[in-house]
């Protein structure tokens, strides 16, 4: 399972490539991905979409939207979140997500195992899910040992 560590890797991996980008085209190809809800559903709600920041949260990418939607992505155990320049193919084995950016890259979502999570999340909706689960971050300022 990638660990908090390699959750922040990704993160910095993907804030350069994805801040200011617009998802112009998103095709959810695992059902798994989004369950409950259907992935054509959320893949529409994502399309058009510009992104404001990339952020973490424990293991969760957060990935913030200007309209003040979030997408959160949990690894679990095998994913990962990958970027093809343009020109590049991205067809890469166990794909389970594709978002085609406007500036013509793609960002894969890979998971060998299927475990991984993608959740939208509207604006008031965020601090109530991360309370339910979530404690305190500990590479944020505010965490001490006391």
Known sequence: MPELP????????????LVGRRFERVAIDDARLTRPEDPALVAAELTGER????????????????????????????????????????????????????DGSDVIYRDVRRFGTWLLVEPDGLDPYFAGRLGAEPLGRTFTTR
């Open 51 to 102: 992104v404001a920041a990339v952020g973490r949260r424990g293991k969760y990418l957060v990935v913030r939207f200007e309209s003040g939607r979030v997408l959160l992505i949990h690894l679990r155990m095998t994913g990962n979140v990958l970027h093809a320049p343009p020109g590049t193919p991205s067809e890469v084995s166990h794909r389970r997500a594709v978002v085609n950016l406007d």
């Open 6 to 17: 390699e959750v922040e890797t990704v993160r910095r991996r993907l804030e350069p490539v």
